[in-house]
Every structure is written in structure tokens, then in C-alpha cells.
């Protein structure tokens, strides 16, 4: 289903393992009101956090390349897994195409923005192994500070925990306090979350960590980083004033989509189209 002739008017495309890119959603729809955007949840194959790197690429391309023939003006990686291990390989493609649609992912913005953070030098991650495993974050942070120390705690399972529909229990609070120990006794004043599932308890997460941790999410910091990808390829949305519109497709049940989805994104949800994959996740 190819976009509007006029590029600019075209979607951005966002897509996440499940519902947590949402979080990255609702920033982009409060900061870019006049744009119309396209989500794609891979929800039959959630989690991505501990899948291999070869299965992240393979899936993310299989993602990107439906949301391409959606017509995406732009592609945004809103997992952090999927960012770590697919980003040089999807920017590759997509510059291949008719439109040379670029992609944008979550690590380098987030990093960033912790370095400018921290005050005493010393950065927390919190992330899934996936994510861990493939150093993306540091190299990005690294990149800006080399002198800047990274403290990553794996947390598998945790982004599940969140997704699933059981109320906030004592199993998430112990989890997350066992992840946040290391955390605090190394001493980091700023705390990188490095799966959009994290922000949705980030509550607890700063209470546990203390109030004066910096905590980072990637979503204030991404839209800054789309609106200027816009403004300099000139696909910007002309729309004089109104909104964009914003649908929704998930490679598992839609209605359970739209529950959870409802949760994360705190904002109206239109129909949820559910798409078939071609690549079967691995157990």
C-alpha cells in the first residue's frame, strides 16, 4: 500500500519487538503533531533481547521492508536490541532504495545525552543481553567522552515482565532491585535505559536508584534527532496545521496488541492490522 505522491506527506515508519517502542511513539506524536506515523510491533516474536545478532538483522529487515512498501519517508529502530545488532545493515538497504529512506535508531541519541548528563563520569546501562552483548552503547558513549566509564547490567526477562498483563508484583520489584544493585554500588549518577520497555517503570526504577540519577530514555532525544533528519531532506510535512494521523501493525494477536498497546501509548488507538512474517521465530 504505497503513501501520498507528495514524500512529505508520506509516514514515518517506527517499529519495536512489542509495545514498548510506544513510549518512542507518544514522544514523537507530542513533539511532531502534524507528521502521520506507521508502527510496527513484531510481537509474535517478542522478546528481541535475546535473540541472536544474525536473527535481529534478518527479522529487522523483514520489518523495514513492509513498512517500506507502506510508504515510509523514514525509518525509525525504536528497540534498542534491533538497533544495536541490525543499524549499519537496514541503513544499507534503505539507501538502496527509489527514495533513499535513512534510518534512525536509539543508541546513538540516548548516548549522548548521558554524556552530557553525568556529572562525576560514570554512566549505568540497563539493557537486555542482546543489546550488552553487541557494545553498541559503548562505542557510541565512547565516541562522544573515551574517558567516561559505561557500567552495563544485563536484565533478561525484564522487558517481559513489562509487556505482560499482570499488575506491578513483588517478582518485578525484586528483579528490578537485584539489576539496580550493581548500579548503585558502582557509583553511576546517570543511568542509561536501553530498552523502551524500561521507561513504563521508571518510577520504580529512580526510586530505587535515588533522585539524583540522571535517568536517560531515548525518546525526547530521538524526536529532536527525526525532526532535524526531516528538515534537512527537505520532508518535512507542509501541513499547515491539524494532525498526522498514526496506525498500527503487529505480527501477533492484534487484540492483544491493542490491550497492552492502549497502556503504553496513552493516547487513542485506531485498528490494529495484524501481518503475517515470513521468517518463523526460533524457540
Do not use: W
Amino acid at each position: 500500500m504505497p503513501g501520498p505522491s507528495d514524500p512529505r506527506e508520506r509516514p514515518i515508519a517506527v517499529f519495536d519487538s512489542g509495545v514498548g517502542g510506544l513510549t518512542v511513539l507518544h514522544e514523537l506524536l507530542v513533539q511532531l503533531p502534524r507528521e502521520s506515523f506507521v508502527y510496527f510491533g513484531d510481537t509474535a516474536r517478542f522478546p528481541y533481547g535475546e535473540r541472536s545478532r544474525d536473527e535481529l538483522e534478518r527479522f529487522a529487515m523483514e520489518v523495514a521492508e513492509e513498512l517500506l512498501a507502506r510508504g515510509a519517508k523514514l525509518l525509525v529502530v525504536a528497540c534498542n536490541s534491533a538497533t544495536a545488532a541490525a543499524l549499519p545493515a537496514l541503513r544499507a538497504r534503505m539507501l538502496q532504495t527509489t527514495l533513499g529512506v535513512d534510518v534512525l535508531g536509539v543508541v546513538r541519541p540516548e548516548a549522548a545525552q548521558a554524556v552530557t548528563a553525568t556529572r562525576n563520569g560514570r554512566i549505568g546501562l540497563l539493557a537486555t543481553p542482546a543489546t550488552i552483548a553487541s557494545g553498541a552503547y559503548g562505542e557510541a558513549v565512547h565516541a562522544v567522552d573515551p574517558y567516561v566509564d559505561l557500567v552495563a547490567v544485563a536484565a533478561p526477562g525484564l522487558a517481559t515482565l513489562i509487556q505482560s498483563d499482570r499488575p506491578l508484583d513483588e517478582r518485578l520489584v525484586d528483579e528490578v532491585r537485584r539489576h539496580v544493585a550493581p548500579l548503585r554500588e558502582a557509583g553511576v549518577d546517570t543511568v542509561i535505559l536501553g530498552c523502551t520497555h524500561y521507561p513504563l517503570i521508571r518510577p520504580l526504577l529512580q526510586r530505587m536508584l535515588g533522585r539524583d540519577v540522571a535517568i536517560v530514555t531515548s525518546g525526547a532525544a530521538l524526536a529532536r534527532q527525526v525532526e532535524h533528519a526531516l528538515d534537512s531532506r527537505g520532508l518535512a510535512s507542509a501541513r499547515a496545521d491539524g494532525e498526522g494521523d498514526y496506525r498500527f501493525l503487529c505480527s501477533g494477536d492484534a487484540e492483544s496488541f491493542r490491550a497492552l498497546a492502549t497502556r503504553f501509548l496513552q493516547l487513542p488507538l485506531g485498528p490494529v492490522e495484524r501481518v503475517t512474517t515470513r521468517t518463523e521465530a526460533v524457540a
